[in-house]
């Protein structure tokens, strides 16, 4: 390891096209797990969080090590630093968005009865876990909202569902940090059995 980072330090010192890349792909993939990170760790995700924090921290010290032994000789590495700190955080929130972990709140509120019945039941046959309350708007006009608690793996599916059935809907989506007891606990049987999925 030793000789690794003194051939690393070696190499910072010259204007070699390998040092450039190693410092964007380096920096680009560091900052990516950090943002990874805080999203694990507010989800509540605990453990991989603080695995994937070695991998970053690790990867911070060689990185800025790299850029700091050379950079008021050689401007560029500071350039490439920023520029793979941006497309970092943007990789890593797209990262955030394939893998989904976690949960997710909808609140969907439909104008009528016949619209919220019609779209639990639709729900329900797709294994999505759904209550429904009387709600009333700003004019005493009765309304009904459904309360779902979804995988965030699930959240566009749901989300079609939804506006493929009512598309004036009004919809809000929030994380949810933990969930306890409730229908998810065996959705996924219940969507095994589902003959359409």
């Known amino acids: 390891m030793a000789a690794l ?54 990867l911070w010290l060689v990185i800025t090590g790299t850029v700091l032994s050379s950079f008021h000789t ?3 590495k500071m350039l490439v630093y920023a520029v793979a700190f941006g497309l970092g955080n943007f990789i890593g929130s797209w990262l955030d968005e394939q893998l989904a972990f976690g949960l997710s709140s909808l609140q969907v ?17 797709n294994g999505f876990g759904i209550s429904t309350l009387e709600v009333r708007g700003k004019d005493e006009q009765q309304h009904y909202m459904l309360l779902m608690m979804v995988r965030r793996k699930r959240l566009k599916e749901g989300l079609a569902l939804i506006n493929g059935m009512c598309d004036n809907a009004v919809i809000t989506v929030s994380d949810v940090k933990s969930q306890k007891g409730g229908y998810m606990r065996n959705a996924a049987k219940r969507r095994i059995h589902n003959p359409l999925k």
């Open 5 to 58: 980072l003194e051939k690393l330090m070696e190499l910072s010192r010259t204007a070699n096209i390998w040092i450039y890349l190693i410092i964007f792909f380096g920096k680009m993939a560091e900052v990516a797990t950090s943002t990874l990170r805080i999203v694990l760790i507010n989800r509540g995700i605990r453990v991989t969080g603080s695995l994937i924090a070695v991998v970053e921290i690790t």
């Open 109 to 125: 509120v439909v104008p009528d009865m016949v619209t919220a019945n019609g779209l639990c039941e639709q729900m329900r046959k």
């Open 74 to 76: 050689d401007p560029l």
